[in-house]
């Protein structure tokens, strides 16, 4: 790979964009695919997507705008976000949203004030699943609540229209999309009593690319997903919420050494990228997740290195005990491999070290 001008940098290769679309399509035939803007809102990236036929979601109207920017209809855009700023509501409802998350009384009361009779999905806990990249907890309801909240829509003038769940970060085990799909045939049985009929599940996000570990294949997890649905008590739309599978693969973080140290026998690889100008996920996951990892030197001799980045603070480590070439020195380059999302978007300038610039290297 030749160097980029000027490091740190995260190299898109659209392409492959494009190739990760095409497979996940063909792995969840019928699902529709809404892409997770939150982990990779790069101009390019949004308008290939586009382009492809895959939709959006958002969390802020400063996301809404950037999709606007790029002829996106708001009309097809879900605000996933389950708790919202009165203001990014109203926003949104002007622009053209008309599908919106919740997952509490007091957001229905908000949704019901600024977004009058708006379809609204509610978040359903799935709890008690472990992925790569924890990420639930914060949002959620069981299924009586769930149940509740929807037919209480119904009151106050909103349309009940879905059930939406997330599974986590980088799941590795298909079967998780099991129990909360089991979960929302069970909601829509209530309500079925009720006389109310949902429209949409959204089985969310959490599929996972490789890093140091192979996933199971796409096809898997479409097979549990297709299961799921095939045994809900009646057919409703269906829409996925990937982020990291379509864009992970595709980037390419580019550094430059810019020292090395040997201390009580590690070899300390430090880089002008570290955990708080691109890598955070790196604290996130406590170091579990391992980048893949090459250097522009490729001796065949190598060495175990703990690869950190430019800062002061000692958190600031990428990854422990990986295998460089022996000899790295300052100037060298490090390609940190799967680092398309959850990189840029997480950058800040602490400590002074300016985020990756971000380029593509096809057809942009």
């Not at 809404?64 to 996106?72: D, Q, S």
């Not at 996933?80 to 009384?105: C, L, M, Q, W």
């Not at 590795?172 to 045939?185: D, F, I, K, S, Y």
């Not at 190598?302 to 000899?327: H, K, M, W, Y």
Request: aromatic share 8%.
């Amino acid at each position: 790979m030749e160097p980029p001008e000027g490091t740190p940098a995260l190299l898109m290769d659209l392409d492959m964009v494009a190739a990760a679309h095409r497979a996940m399509v063909a792995a969840l035939p019928g699902v529709g695919l809404h892409y997770a803007m939150k982990c990779n809102p790069f101009r390019p990236v949004l308008t290939l997507l586009n382009s492809l036929g895959c939709r959006f979601e958002v969390a802020s109207t400063t996301e809404l705008a950037e999709l606007l920017a790029i002829g996106v209809d708001a009309g097809e855009v879900l605000f996933s976000n389950p708790v919202k700023p009165v203001s990014h509501i109203e926003r949104a409802y002007r622009a053209g949203v008309r599908t919106f998350s919740f997952d509490s009384a007091e957001e229905l009361a908000k949704l019901a004030g600024a977004a009058p009779a708006s379809a609204v999905v509610v978040r359903l806990a799935a709890h008690g699943i472990d992925s790569d990249v924890p990420s639930e907890g914060k949002f959620g309801v069981d299924a009586g609540t769930a149940a509740t909240l929807l037919a209480a829509a119904s009151d106050l003038g909103l349309r009940p229209y879905g059930v939406a769940f997330h599974v986590g970060s980088q799941m590795m085990w298909p079967q998780a999309w099991r129990a909360p799909l089991h979960a929302v045939g069970e909601i829509m049985g209530k309500l079925a009593a009720d006389n109310i009929h949902l429209d949409l599940v959204n089985v969310g996000g959490g599929f996972p690319v490789r890093y140091s570990v192979v996933p199971p294949p796409l096809s898997e997890y479409g097979r549990v997903i297709a299961a799921g649905l095939a045994d809900l008590p009646y057919p409703v739309r269906a829409v996925a919420e990937p982020g990291r599978a379509l864009v992970a693969e595709a980037g390419t973080l580019v550094s430059t050494v810019i020292g090395t140290a040997t201390r009580f026998g590690k070899r300390w690889i430090h880089l002008d990228v570290g955990a708080f100008n691109g890598l955070m996920e790196s604290l996130e996951t406590g170091n579990q997740l391992r980048f893949p990892v090459a250097d522009s030197v490729a001796a065949p001799v190598r060495e175990l290195c703990n690869l950190t980045g430019p800062t002061c603070d000692s958190q600031d480590t990428i990854v422990f005990d990986v295998e460089l070439s022996a000899g790295l020195a300052e100037g060298d380059l490090v390609y940190i491999g799967c680092a398309g999302a959850y990189t840029t978007v997480y950058a800040s300038n602490f400590n002074g070290f300016e985020p990756p610039s971000i380029r593509c290297v096809s057809s942009c």
